[in-house]
């Protein structure tokens, strides 16, 4: 794959995503969040990225978390959301169920 003329980025980057996102250390992307997105109703599979508050935690007076929502099939897009805590829901899902789904679209579902 990596000998293919534009495959080999497209490979390199799917790759590397998957080793942050599924890789040993799972620092970042550990835990799988659902979340109301794009609007009530409708939710978003993503990964919690962080749980610090920081300004907007601050700016709102409420506990916030960071939650990344990759794009289907293509993961390395995706919308960056800012959310109360109170609004995630937690699945029993691992990091790789979670991509899974995702990549394929929502055809393999745990």
């Known amino acids: 794959m990596q000998r293919v003329p534009l495959i080999n980025k497209t490979y390199a980057t799917l790759r590397q995503l998957g080793e942050m996102l599924l890789g040993p250390s799972r620092g970042t992307f550990g835990r799988v969040a659902l979340v109301e997105f794009p609007s009530p109703g409708s939710w978003g599979l993503g990964f919690v990225t962080s749980t610090v508050a920081g300004e907007a935690g601050q700016k709102t ?7 990344f929502i990759p794009s289907a099939v293509n993961p390395t897009t995706g919308f960056l959301l800012v959310v109360p805590e109170d609004r995630v829901t937690y699945p029993d899902m691992t990091p790789e169920q979670a991509m899974k789904m995702i990549v394929s679209a929502g055809a393999l579902v745990p």
């Open 61 to 67: 007076g409420k506990k916030v978390c960071s939650l």
